[in-house]
C-alpha cells in the first residue's frame, strides 16, 4: 500500500516557502503522494475552517511538481461544479505532462454554499453537474492528439452512497474523508455491494484519513482512524491495507492554525509512519 500526505494550502502562515519545505519533506521521507485542497472564494464559510490565503490547486501543484521529481501530486478533492469542465480539463492534462504523468485528481461536489453562490454555480445541482463535468472531461480526454496526456486517475470523494455510486461510474477510485476504522471496513462492504448492483467493477479503495499523534491513547468510540498514539495510528494504517486499499492519504490538519505556522510537530509523526513504512516493505 502506497501512503500519501495531504499539504495544508491555506490559512496564515502558508506561503511559497512553507509549501517548498512541506512538499521536500513529503518527498524526502519517502511518501508517495502529496495532496492539496480546493477552494476558489473564501467566503464566510470557507473561512471558518480553511483561511486565507488559500493557494489554488493546480497554479500550486504545477509549481511544486518543479520543485519535487518523484512524489504523486494530487487535489482532495478539486470541486467539479466550480469550473468549467473543458478548462478543468486542459489544466488537469497540462499538469499531467508538465509533471511526468504525476497527477492524481481527487473530486468532490463541494459544500460550501456562500462559496457556490459566489461563483455564481446553483448549490442543488452540484451533484448533477458533478456527474456532467466528469463525464464531459473523460470525453475530450480522448483526443489524445489535443490533450496530449496519459490517462489522469479519478478518485471520487464523498462518503455517502451517492460518492460510493459516483465513483463506481464514474471514477478509478473511492476517496472517502476522514472516518473512524470501523466505519470504514463497513462502507468498504457496502462499496462492493453499490458496485454489483450498477453492473460495474469495484473502484479502487483510497481513504484519506486523520493524522494526530497524542500523548495518551484515544479510548473514545468515535476516534478517527490516525488519531491516537504513534501505534494507534500504525495500527490504523494497517487495518486500512488489510482492506485492500491500495493507497491511505494522511491528513495532518485537524483545526488548530497554529500548527500551520509551525508543522515540525506533523513532521515528526510523518517520520515515524515512514520508518515504520520502510520497516515493513524491507521484509
Not at 489535443?146 to 471514477?171: C, E, F, K
Request: some cysteine; proline content about 7%.
Amino acid at each position: 500500500m502506497q501512503i500519501g500526505v495531504n499539504v495544508p494550502n491555506f490559512a496564515p502562515g502558508t506561503d511559497p516557502e512553507m509549501l517548498r519545505q512541506w512538499a521536500q519533506t513529503v518527498e524526502g521521507l519517502g511518501f508517495d503522494l502529496l495532496m492539496v485542497s480546493d477552494h476558489i472564494a473564501v467566503t464566510p464559510d470557507v473561512a471558518e475552517q480553511y483561511p486565507a490565503p488559500f493557494y489554488e490547486p493546480f497554479t500550486t501543484l504545477s509549481w511544486l511538481a518543479g520543485v519535487t521529481r518523484r512524489v504523486r501530486l494530487g487535489t482532495t478533492v478539486l470541486i467539479v461544479p466550480y469550473r468549467h469542465p473543458l478548462l478543468t480539463a486542459r489544466m488537469a492534462a497540462n499538469l499531467n505532462r508538465l509533471s511526468g504523468g504525476r497527477l492524481v485528481l481527487g473530486v468532490g461536489v463541494g459544500w460550501a454554499r456562500q462559496e457556490f453562490e459566489a461563483l455564481g454555480v446553483p448549490f442543488r445541482r452540484r451533484g448533477a453537474l458533478t456527474d456532467e463535468y466528469l463525464q464531459a472531461m473523460r470525453d475530450a480526454w480522448q483526443d489524445t492528439d489535443d490533450y496530449d496526456t496519459a490517462a489522469i486517475p479519478i478518485w471520487v470523494g464523498g462518503n455517502s452512497d451517492a460518492g460510493m455510486r459516483r465513483a463506481a461510474l464514474l471514477g478509478d477510485a473511492w476517496h472517502p474523508l476522514r472516518c473512524t476504522s470501523e466505519w470504514l471496513a463497513e462502507a468498504a462492504g457496502r462499496l462492493k455491494v453499490i458496485a454489483d448492483e450498477l453492473g460495474r467493477p469495484v473502484p479502487a479503495l483510497m481513504p484519506r484519513i486523520a493524522l494526530r499523534e497524542t500523548a495518551e491513547p484515544v479510548t473514545a468510540p468515535d476516534r478517527l482512524a490516525g488519531v491516537g498514539t504513534i501505534d494507534q495510528i500504525i495500527t490504523d494504517i494497517d487495518r486500512i491495507r488489510l482492506l485492500g486499499a491500495e493507497t491511505v492519504v494522511l491528513d495532518p490538519f485537524n483545526g488548530d492554525l497554529s500548527e500551520i505556522r509551525q508543522p515540525e510537530r506533523a513532521w515528526r509523526t510523518l517520520a515515524a509512519v515512514a520508518a515504520y513504512h520502510r520497516s515493513q516493505e524491507d521484509r
